[in-house]
């Protein structure tokens, strides 16, 4: 499985939910939602102490899906 | 607020940044006794096309990184509708000149590939935001003040 594979399932299961915190970050890791905070560093900072250095997910919670645009063509890397 | 002048080139303003694990990160690894990664120094063209910042892949592999999310992306090639899917990573970004230098603790940035571009990546407006960019084209010098 990707990496956060199984994070960004666990992210869309919960969405409904999550979107009273909408534009807060939720920290996810396997199937288990650690929090959602004010502020991507406070996200990273939780997730850290609970996760160590193992990967875990850090996502904007946002109903529509945020695309960022870049106006020069680039050899992108896409995910698996 | 402190300054780089950078020179206005046939690729670009090109601006030499610091690319560093973020602040929360290294916390963890002074906290675990780890080893933490010396910055990367990085080539990034200044670019105020680019919604976010994007790194070449190599940047990450030095740092000892792995995806803390995900980001959709367009380009002028995307399909409509069909946003690549790029992994992104948490770093810290400095912005460094004549002893004085402007630290992101923590951003988001994507994973790209520069290797054929003469570039590590491309600087974007979630940096520029917080900058004030002076594009002086007579002059062919590009001023970034931060």
Same mark, same amino acid.
């Given at each position: 499985?990707?990496?956060?594979?199984?994070?960004?399932?666990?992210?869309?299961?919960?969405?409904?939910?999550?979107? #009273?915190?909408?534009? #807060?970050?939720?920290?996810?890791?396997?199937?288990?939602?650690?929090?959602?905070?004010?502020?991507?560093?406070?996200?990273?900072?939780?997730?850290?102490?609970?996760?160590?250095?193992?990967? +875990?997910?850090? #996502?904007?919670?946002?109903?529509?899906?945020?695309?960022?645009? +870049?106006?020069?063509?680039?050899?992108?890397?896409? #995910?698996? | 607020?402190?300054?780089?002048?950078?020179?206005?080139?046939?690729?670009?303003?090109?601006?030499?940044?610091?690319? =560093?694990? !973020?602040?929360?990160?290294?916390?963890?690894?002074?906290?675990?006794?780890?080893?933490?990664?010396?910055?990367?120094?990085?080539?990034?063209?200044? @670019?105020?096309?680019?919604?976010?910042?994007?790194?070449?892949?190599?940047?990450?592999?030095?740092? =000892?990184?792995?995806? !803390? =999310?995900?980001?959709?992306?367009?380009?002028?090639?995307?399909?409509?509708?069909?946003?690549?899917?790029?992994?992104?990573? @948490?770093?810290?970004?400095?912005?460094?000149?004549? =002893?004085?230098?402007?630290?992101?603790?923590?951003?988001?940035?994507?994973?790209?590939?520069?290797?054929?571009?003469?570039?590590?990546? $491309?600087?974007?407006?979630?940096?520029?935001?917080?900058?004030? $960019?002076?594009?002086?084209?007579?002059?062919?010098?590009?001023?970034?003040?931060?």
């Amino acid at each position: 499985m990707t990496t956060l594979a199984k994070e960004l399932e666990t992210y869309e299961k919960l969405l409904p939910s999550l979107l #009273r915190e909408q534009g #807060r970050y939720a920290v996810i890791t396997g199937d288990t939602l650690i929090g959602v905070y004010v502020s991507y560093e406070d996200a990273l900072k939780i997730g850290y102490e609970h996760c160590g250095l193992t990967p +875990f997910l850090v #996502r904007k919670v946002s109903q529509e899906k945020t695309v960022l645009h +870049f106006s020069r063509d680039m050899d992108v890397l896409c #995910r698996a | 607020m402190p300054s780089v002048n950078v020179p206005i080139t046939s690729d670009g303003a090109i601006v030499r940044i610091r690319i =560093g694990i !973020s602040i929360p990160r290294l916390g963890q690894m002074q906290r675990l006794k780890i080893a933490t990664p010396d910055p990367v120094e990085c080539r990034l063209l200044i @670019d105020t096309g680019a919604s976010g910042t994007c790194l070449d892949g190599w940047i990450f592999q030095n740092l =000892g990184l792995e995806p !803390s =999310g995900i980001a959709n992306i367009q380009t002028p090639s995307t399909s409509a509708g069909k946003p690549h899917v790029c992994n992104e990573y @948490d770093v810290s970004v400095t912005i460094a000149h004549d =002893g004085l230098h402007c630290i992101f603790t923590a951003i988001p940035v994507i994973e790209s590939s520069f290797t054929h571009h003469g570039i590590d990546g $491309l600087l974007g407006r979630d940096i520029l935001k917080d900058c004030l $960019l002076v594009y002086n084209g007579n002059l062919g010098i590009c001023t970034l003040s931060f």
